[in-house]
């Protein structure tokens, strides 16, 4: 069965620092993962996803996010944080073998971002 | 930039109400889905739609819940008799096909009193 773990439920960073946010993944098949984030009264929004092709990810926002199979993990990066990224972000699979139509989401790691 | 809508943004119900909630997909996805996010807890799948039909379902999505698509742009979720424990954010969301990205809405708060 798939799952992905966060293993942070809440990270602080200062502003201008570097962002780490941290995912474990569990997956039969070749997993399809991603990050999407979710700022206060907004909807889920895609940051990246990976999909089988180049193992390090680039999203949007400066983010960026490597893939490693030896470590099932799919960590998420940026080199500076801005406050604008205080968001809570969700590591999510999907099992592409399958249909594809279910998404399996971690429970979340809020970011903070302080001046 | 086209984006999934949904309505209404905020319900509070009584239970035993019925629910629905309004979404309308982006226009040249064939493939819809229904998520909720109880406050504090995961983002849970519920059910995705294919071609009129329910491709998937979890097992959340019990008799209680049911989906339609009533016309060419809006695709429904109601709740048929609500209870208290329904309470929670319910996104709405589609992509191209299976496997594609998932685009979400902003979601609709349901408050069950």
């Known amino acids: 069965a798939q799952s992905v773990t966060q293993l942070d439920s809440h990270v602080s960073v200062s502003e201008g620092t570097p962002v780490l946010l941290r995912c474990n993944y569990s997956?039969?098949?070749?997993?399809?993962l991603f990050w999407y984030v979710q700022h206060p009264n907004k909807g889920l929004q895609l940051l990246l996803k990976?999909?089988?092709?180049?193992?390090l990810v680039k999203g949007i926002n400066g983010f960026e996010a490597e893939f490693k199979k030896s470590e099932t993990s799919f960590h998420l990066t940026k080199p500076s944080a801005h406050m604008s990224d205080a968001a809570e972000y969700f590591c999510v699979v999907s099992d592409e073998n399958q249909a594809g139509t279910a998404l399996i989401f971690g429970k979340g790691t809020t970011l903070s971002v302080s001046s | 930039e086209p984006e999934v809508t949904q309505t209404p943004s905020h319900q509070v119900t009584q239970m035993g109400q019925e629910v629905i909630l309004r979404c309308v997909p982006i226009s040249n996805h064939l493939y819809f889905y229904w998520y909720r996010q109880i406050l504090g807890q995961k983002v849970e799948f519920l059910v995705s739609f294919y071609n009129n039909e329910i491709s998937e379902k979890s097992e959340i999505f019990d008799d209680q819940f049911s989906v339609e698509r009533p016309d060419g742009s809006n695709f429904t979720l109601k709740i048929r008799s609500t209870k208290l424990e329904d309470s929670a954010m319910y996104f709405c969301?589609?992509?191209?096909?299976?496997?594609?990205?998932?685009?979400f809405g902003e979601g609709s708060w349901l408050t069950v009193v």
């Open positions: 990976y999909t089988s092709a180049a193992t």
């Open positions: 969301a589609s992509s191209v096909r299976a496997g594609n990205t998932i685009y």
């Open positions: 997956s039969s098949y070749s997993p399809s």
